[in-house]
């Protein structure tokens, strides 16, 4: 892992953007790194599009800005793949996204490098498992399969914590983010 990783997380309001971001977050933490999680938004509404930052080091992080340069893009939402996404990407950066499309259809419509994209039906799998179209922590399983930037195992307690005073709940999400991890398919 390199000294620091940078995620940046898209979705709209209510998709649980930043609640993706806390939770990973806490899954470093578990891990003993130091972590800033932390949303942009605004007065917006649900539904409108926001943004959500994860920063995980094994030192202590003395940056106290916006993700400009992301290490990792994580897009909640389908609709929202378009050049916003793409703002501040670099040539090893990794885009993960819910989508029922292949990493070569969404690297070619976003004239990105195959290798770095990654994809998951999200949707799908939340609706299957959760009976929801919340698609956060099923996007958390996908990210650590494509960027290993905790342990899978760091990520399962971590959403057992976050929806402890809820253990059903807990279980079907952590059952969301393996399906997630175990169908996520890079294009590389």
Known sequence: MAELIEV???????QGAWTASHILAMAALKEGKYVQSFPTFGPEREGAPIMAFTRISEDPINIHSGVYEP??????DPTLLGPMVL????????????SRHTPKEVARTLRLKPARVWTVDATSLAMEIMGRHVTNTAMLGALVKAVPVVE???LFEAVRERFGTRPKVAELNVRLVQRAYEEAVGGG
């Open 71 to 76: 290490d990792a893009v994580v897009v909640l």
């Open 152 to 154: 899978l195992d760091s």
């Open 87 to 98: 703002e501040g990407f670099k040539d090893e950066t990794v885009l993960v996204t819910n």
């Open 8 to 14: 940046r997380f898209h979705g709209r309001g209510g």
